[in-house]
C-alpha cells in the first residue's frame, strides 16, 4: 500500500537568524535539551525524541530525510515550515523577506527528490498583499498547499474580512489550505510551563478554528476552497453537535449550511490523535474520505501515522483512502516517478 504523509515539518539551515532580532536560532541548554529561541520566546524541546540540537540541524539534509523514508515505506511526504517561524507579529519589513526565504528553502530541499517530497508555503500574513503575491509565487514554485496558523493571524483571525482576498487568491490557484497552530505565548515571550500551550493549546486552536471558518461563512464564500485542519481537528469531531447548536441559535452566523456538510465537503483531519478510541470516533464522526496520515513527523508528539492507521482495523477500500487516495487527490500528487500535475 501507498503511503503519503501530509504533516511533517523541517527546520531548514538557510532561514537561521534570517529574520532580523526574531532569530530564529536552535541552541543547547544546560541541561542537554535544544532550545527553540524566536524573538523573546525561548522553548525547550522534549528530548525523548531524539531532538537534540544537532538531530534539529540535521533536519536541513532532505537526503537523511530520504533515507529515513526509505526505512519506514514512506512513498511521498510533505514538507512544512515549524509553526514557530510563522512570525505573525512581526513588521511586515521582517515577515515578508522571512516567509520568501522560507519558501525558497523549502522548494530548494524538495529538489532532492520532487517525485517524493513536496511543500506547503507559508505566507507574511502582516502584509496580506504580499501574501497574495506569495501566494502565486509559490503556487509557480509547485506548492501543493498554503500553511497558515489558526489564529491571531497578524492581528487578524480566519474569519476576518480582511481575508477574503486571499481567499479567493488562494482558491483561484486551486491550493487547499492546511491549518497548523502555533503557542500563543510566543509573540508576547511569555513563559509556557510544561509546553502546554503545544499540549493542550493547540487542540483548542483548531477546534476555533473551524469554527471560524465554518460559522464566518468562508466556506459559503469560497465553496470550492480546501482545508486540512492538524491533529484530528482538535475537538472538532466531539463537538460537530455543539457547533451546529451554535450556527443555529448564536448571533452574526453567516454559515448557511449544517456544520456537518462542511464537514463532508471542505474539510480533512488528519490522524494523529494519540489515543486509539479517539481515533476510532474520529473515523466514525468524519468518514475515511476525510482523512489523512499526518503525524508530525519528527516533532515532539510524532508518532508512526502509518501504524496508528493499521491499529484503526479498516478495510482494504478506506486504509488506501486514508494512507494516500486522500492526499493524492487533495494536493494534485502524482505517483512516484511520474511527472507531478501542475509542476
Keep these: 500500500m501507498r503511503k503519503t504523509n501530509i504533516h511533517a515539518h523541517v527546520i531548514l539551515p538557510e532561514v ?11 541552541e543547547e541548554t544546560d541541561d542537554g535539551r535544544a532550545a527553540m529561541r524566536v524573538g523573546p520566546y525561548v522553548s525547550r524541546v522534549a528530548l525523548g525524541r531524539g531532538l537534540t540540537a544537532g538531530a534539529l540541524h ?6 537523511v530525510r530520504l533515507g529515513e523514508m526509505d526505512e519506514r515505506g514512506i512513498d511521498k511526504m510533505c514538507v512544512s515550515a515549524s509553526p514557530l517561524f510563522y512570525l505573525y507579529w512581526a513588521e511586515p519589513e521582517i515577515a515578508v523577506p522571512f516567509a520568501q526565504v522560507q519558501n525558497d528553502a523549502l522548494a530548494a530541499y524538495c529538489q532532492a527528490d520532487p517525485s517524493r517530497l513536496f511543500f506547503f508555503s507559508t505566507l507574511p500574513l502582516p502584509d496580506i498583499a ?39 487568491a488562494i482558491a ?49 464564500d469560497f465553496p470550492s476552497l480546501q482545508v486540512s485542519i492538524t491533529h484530528g481537528g482538535g475537538a472538532v469531531p466531539f463537538q460537530i453537535g455543539r457547533l451546529e447548536m451554535g450556527r443555529e441559535l448564536q448571533p452574526d452566523v453567516r454559515a448557511k449550511k449544517s456544520i456537518a456538510e462542511y464537514v463532508r465537503t471542505n474539510v480533512f483531519f488528519d490522524i494523529l490523535v494519540h ?8 473515523v466514525d464522526s468524519v468518514g475515511a474520505d476525510r482523512l489523512l496520515v499526518g503525524d508530525n513527523y519528527g516533532g515532539w508528539d510524532a508518532a508512526d ?35 507531478e500535475k501542475g509542476s
Design 16 to 26: 537561521l537568524g534570517k529574520a532580523g532580532r526574531y532569530g530564529p536560532a536552535i
Design 58 to 63: 540535521r533536519m536541513g539534509d532532505a537526503t
Design 130 to 168: 504580499a501574501s497574495i503575491d506569495e501566494v502565486e509565487r509559490t503556487t509557480a514554485m509547485g506548492a501543493r498547499a498554503v500553511n497558515v496558523g489558526t489564529d491571531d493571524l497578524g492581528g487578524l483571525e480566519l474569519d476576518s474580512e480582511e481575508m477574503w482576498p486571499l481567499y479567493d
Design 172 to 220: 483561484k490557484a486551486g491550493l487547499p489550505l492546511f491549518v497548523h497552530p502555533y503557542p500563543s505565548p510566543m509573540a508576547a515571550g511569555q513563559p509556557d510551563k510544561y509546553n502546554l500551550s503545544w499540549v493542550v493549546g493547540y487542540t483548542s486552536q483548531e477546534t476555533t478554528a473551524f469554527a471560524r471558518l465554518t460559522l464566518g461563512g468562508v466556506f459559503d
Design 275 to 282: 489515543d486509539l478510541a479517539a481515533r476510532r470516533f474520529l
Design 305 to 339: 501515522g502509518f501504524a496508528m492507521l493499521d491499529e484503526l482495523g479498516l478495510d482494504e477500500a478506506d486504509a488506501e483512502a486514508i494512507a494516500w487516495r486522500n492526499a493524492e487527490a487533495l494536493f494534485r500528487l502524482a505517483p512516484v516517478g511520474e511527472e
